[in-house]
């Protein structure tokens, strides 16, 4: 018996990875006129980690799991900033001219950018388990 993609865990969090991926990058695309594929993998990771992350928290507050979303985000973000830009040299992104930096990877102003989204990436998590629930 083949199993549908989206009936388990697995296939709704591999399409919660797509979509983030994908949205992440045009995203930025729209915003700063390229993207980078690290910035692709990254933003699959972090939409699934929202997808786990709602379905954990799903009677929480929006604003809470928004708050932990962004937590997760910007944690991702410095990780992945850690390795890219200072380790390897790459320089994808540099937020050493806002205030509040760390390392120039992470920062307050897109720590809150990442609280924002996560108001429709959580709708799409939601979107993604109701849709597997119906296949």
Known sequence: MVKKPLTGELGRCAVAYG???VLYSLLEIAFRGFTHWTMTLTGGTCMALIYLLDRKMHSRSLWLRCL??????TALEFAVGCIVNRKLGWNVWDYSD???NVLGQ???????IWFLLCIPATAICR???MLGRGS
């Open 127 to 129: 979107l993604i388990r």
């Open 106 to 112: 992470i920062c307050p102003v897109f720590s809150g």
């Open 68 to 73: 932990a979303g962004a937590g997760i985000i």
């Open 19 to 21: 979509t983030g991926a």
């Open 98 to 100: 806002q205030r509040f």
